[in-house]
């Protein structure tokens, strides 16, 4: 096997991937399976069949020396995992070495939400009733109404709107339907209302961009940073921080992590449990300013004042 051949069997496995992944994520994987063909070509390996633990572990060692984060070893490793199951049934690789192989732990970072009141003057700010400006706050609206990811926003359809609620294709094309609040409603609304005088003829994207066609990923962020400047907002906004704000905002007032981990689309409760760590941060930190036994002593043993 050549190391072109090691390319082709990558392509193969992208191939079939992208039936059910995201652009986002195909991207991401070939970055990371490039890495290990660049790896084993420098190690004169051109067969697939002698991946195995001992070269895994030297190959993250090499990835950890030139710089990389725990959490993009991780995402190597998730690739390469991917890629090994694939090798299996197709007959290349005995077994899957990748369980063998750790990598280092990952920080764990709590999701920074948006204070309510905060969030809802940035919301309310009066924008001047252009296409565009309606467009970008039925956006806006959408994105902490219902919890979406970019990629979900992104590729919505006029078509997936219902009268209370929008139909969005989650990670591994996995189906599922949120709700939609009134002010988002509303705003989807006017933005509708004016939407054909900016989309190209049979473009059935539900956001467009001035020149008619579906609004990417990137041109989404760069409307919310540009938005967050505009209406005076201090902190950086991007969109899975409007997706944090909508859980912990919801958890905090239903203390249903079930149904929030429905809304966001979650495979595994843990993931949605990371917003119950959030919620009793903000807990102990009410528990401390108002409980009289809990509150921090002066040098002189009196109440603070």
């Known amino acids: 096997m050549t190391a072109r051949a090691l390319d082709r069997e990558v392509d193969a496995f992208l191939a079939g991937l992208a039936r059910t992944a995201s652009p986002a994520t195909i991207s991401a994987y070939r970055r990371d399976l490039a890495a290990l063909v660049s790896f084993l070509e420098a190690e004169a390996i051109d067969d697939w069949s002698r991946l195995d633990a001992a070269l895994l572990r ?9 710089g990389q984060a725990p959490r993009s070893l991780a995402r190597r490793r998730a690739a390469i ?3 090994a199951r694939y090798l299996v049934e197709a007959g290349r ?15 764990r970072h709590l999701p920074h939400p948006l204070d309510v009141d905060q969030l809802a003057r940035f919301l ?25 990811r970019l990629a979900e926003l992104a590729a919505l359809d006029l078509g997936d709107l219902q009268p209370q609620r929008v139909r969005v294709l989650g990670k591994g094309g996995k189906p599922r339907q949120v ?6 409603r509303q705003a989807l609304e006017a933005w509708q209302a004016v939407r054909g005088q900016l989309a190209a003829r049979d473009t059935p994207a539900l956001l467009v961009g001035v020149r008619g066609a579906r609004l990417g990923h990137r041109a989404i962020q760069k409307r919310l940073a540009g938005l967050a400047r505009a209406r005076g907002l201090a902190e950086h906004l991007h969109p899975h921080r409007l997706r944090h704000s909508f859980a912990s905002h919801l958890l905090e007032s239903s203390q249903d992590l079930r149904a929030v981990q429905e809304l966001l689309g979650h495979a595994d409760l843990a993931t949605t449990q990371v917003y119950t760590r959030l919620d009793w941060q903000h807990l102990a930190a009410s528990y401390d300013a108002a409980h009289p036994r809990a509150r921090r002593r002066t040098d002189d043993g009196g109440e603070p004042s």
Not at 179 to 184: D, E, N, T
Request: net charge positive; proline share 12%; aromatic share 6%.
């Open 179 to 184: 709700p939609v609040g009134r002010r988002a």
């Open 58 to 66: 030297r190959f993250l060692g090499s990835e950890r020396l030139r």
């Open 124 to 148: 309310d700010t009066p924008h001047d009733d252009s296409p565009l400006a309606r467009r970008d706050q039925a956006m806006l609206e959408l994105f902490y109404s219902s919890g979406l």
């Open 81 to 83: 995992s991917g890629f």
């Open 93 to 107: 690789l005995r077994h899957n070495p990748v369980p063998l192989v750790r990598t280092p732990r990952q920080p």
